[in-house]
């Protein structure tokens, strides 16, 4: 038979990580799970208390290193250490700097709405908004403390600006912001292995699917996770949720879906 004798390897799906922080992988096996989130945070700041320059670094390409093992061709990183290297053997590196308190050069993006200021939350989506490139932020997280209609109000009357980004996590998102969301090309990204770590609510998969917003399905990182391997992430979530997607949907929430939003 012909196709037999055809030595070219098959296409192979093009992964596409929409959210991790590379520069804490260094951090696999050091953090502890079912902490509220201040507690865990408080445990990293003291494990990255002595962590020199150097070390991100070496965190960082650690990262890109098992990523790359593992299959991911377009990584969205955010990181707040300017701890990327100039080069990478990826296909597409997203190295985003991720405003806490203080402003950081382009590109940047805000890392939540209780942890970066409005103002700075505004001028990051607005910067990426007119460099085309997607924006992200950590929302709907954790209970009603962080809401998609705060984030919303940070833009009155320019809301315009509130389209192509990714939405972290989004536990707590409603109907409305899903909706939203959908029309404005907005994704929300989902982190399987993450969100058992903390012991987060069972999302609401059904009411994310009927929305018609974009899902993804992304790594975190290895502070909260323990591989950076899509596929990884895919087996969680069929673990805990074995009917939440079909196969070919969480496939697409790792290639297609989130490759929407980048561009090799
Ligand atoms: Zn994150």
Redo the contacts with the bound molecule.
Sequence with gaps: MDFLKDKRSPVKPVFVNA?C?LELTNLAGKMPKNKPFFEWLSVLRKEVENWTKEDYQASYLKGLELSSKAGTSIIYD?GNQMSEPEFSGFTKLYSMHEIIKQPLPEPCTPHSIYATPPELVREAVKSCVKAGIPWSI?LAEFDESDRFCDFLDIFKGEQEFVRNGLI?HGNFLKEGDLAFMAKNHIALVHCPESHEWFGHKDPEFEMWKKSGVDICIAT??LASATSLDLMEQVKTLFRRYPKAFTHKEAMAAITTVPGKYFYI
Aim: charged letters at 15%; glycine letters at 0%.
């Design positions: 959210h922080h955010v950590h972290i975190d990182s």
